[in-house]
């Protein structure tokens, strides 16, 4: 089944905790993303990726990194969280935004920054 | 800078009623424009997407969208809703570049019996 897959689903942390936040695509996709959506912002783009190594900034990058060593994985690191990065989190991937193929997006990381 | 703007944060109609939801865009190209409904607990599905060609764009579950280039806007409409369209929907526009999707606030809607 093609999927987005991302873990974990659910995470409380405490400030300053380094955490990961893994996702994977099974559907060979060159474009991952990641976003976060907070009330009344809709989702706002943290960081893309266009292909294997190959990553740049969105709309809301501080405070967060990213690495695509492989195709399938896209992993997002909070190096020293902080409160205002509680979020639902949502990894997406498509062929490409300017091709006809669809955006698949995951189910979502609900992270809690105490 | 590309933008999207959706004056509508909570929307009520009755089931079988219509519906229309706006969008309204800022992007200095001709904009790749997407409707995304999200569920309640649930990641984003897409509705529809209009990249080229025929301003009026079918999607699924009965949606269509219209894309005006003069108003800068590309408005969600459904004829009869359904109960189950009860959810929130969010509008975004891609750069031609491929590389950024920006959405909108997103607009609420609920359904009424």
């Known amino acids: 089944e093609a999927q987005v897959t991302q873990n974990p689903r659910y995470l409380i942390t405490v400030t300053g905790k380094k955490l990961t936040v893994t996702c994977s695509q099974n559907?060979?996709?060159?474009?991952m993303s990641w976003y976060r959506q907070d009330p009344g912002l809709g989702l706002r783009q943290i960081y893309y990726?266009?292909?294997?190594?190959?990553?740049d900034k969105g709309d809301v990058p501080e405070g967060y990194k990213v690495s695509r060593k492989e195709k399938r994985n896209f992993p997002l690191i909070l190096e020293s969280p902080s409160p205002n990065q509680t979020s639902l989190y949502f990894c997406?991937?498509?062929?490409?935004?300017?091709?006809?193929?669809?955006?698949?997006f995951g189910p979502g990381t609900r992270l809690t920054v105490l | 800078a590309q933008s999207v703007t959706q004056p509508d944060i909570h929307i009520t109609v009755s089931e079988g009623a219509s519906l229309e939801l706006r969008c309204n865009y800022s992007y200095g190209a001709t904009p790749y424009l997407f409707w995304y409904v999200q569920s309640p607990g649930q990641g984003l599905q897409l509705l529809l997407k209009y990249f080229s060609g025929d301003t009026l764009v079918q999607g699924i579950k009965g949606f269509e969208a219209e894309f005006k280039r003069s108003q800068s806007s590309f408005n969600l409409r459904k004829p009869s809703v359904h109960w189950s369209d009860a959810a929130e929907y969010f509008c975004a526009v891609g750069d031609n570049a491929g590389n950024m999707l920006t959405f909108g606030g997103g607009t609420r809607l609920m359904v009424k019996p």
């Open positions: 990726s266009m292909n294997v190594e190959v990553t």
């Open positions: 997406a991937s498509s062929f490409s935004l300017t091709s006809g193929s669809k955006q698949f």
């Open positions: 559907m060979n996709h060159e474009y």
